[in-house]
């Protein structure tokens, strides 16, 4: 039962982040911004069809489609899997649940869409940063946690627990 509570937390991001999306859909048109901090953040809207960092557009459509589908759902099962198993420590569950609410996320776009909505826009001086989303960011957070955890926690912790 406690493995199943720990649901909520993918479930959180997972609507945090189809509800951003929804909120910028209905408020700017596609390539529109709107300053926060001038000069440093912006909301503008964009569609990535592409992987990470737009990659990939070169692919015809169906081809993404099939290519994105089966890593998504290969991600899913994986990620899923080490989730809801009984040894896992919280803190890979942390990991693993933002991991599992982002990656759903960005599914669910490329299902409606056929892309993924982005609208967090960083200038850092003369630099433009890549446009992104909350589940982008619930992705990153995950992997740097879990991959912190697995390089502090002692090798002991590493090795699966025996049924």
């Known amino acids: 039962m406690k493995r199943l509570l720990w649901l909520l937390l993918p479930a959180t991001a997972l609507a945090v982040d189809l509800g951003s999306k929804s909120w910028i859909l209905r408020t700017l048109g596609e390539n529109e911004s709107l300053p926060v901090i001038k000069g440093f953040f912006y909301l503008t809207l964009g569609f990535n069809r592409g992987a990470i960092f737009g990659s990939l557009t070169w692919l015809p459509e169906a081809a993404r489609f099939v290519v994105f589908g089966l890593a998504g759902l290969a991600a899913l099962v994986y990620f899923g899997r080490l ?45 433009h940063y890549w446009t992104f989303n909350l589940a982008d960011s619930f992705i990153l957070v995950g992997a740097v946690l879990y991959g912190l955890r697995m390089l502090l926690a002692p090798k002991a912790e590493h090795r699966p627990t025996e049924s």
């Open 83 to 127: 989730f809801l198993a009984r040894g896992t420590s919280t803190w890979d569950r942390v990991a693993l649940g933002l991991i599992l609410g982002g990656a759903m996320g960005n599914g669910i776009d490329r299902l409606l869409r056929g892309a993924v909505v982005d609208f967090l826009d960083f200038i850092f001086g003369t630099w």
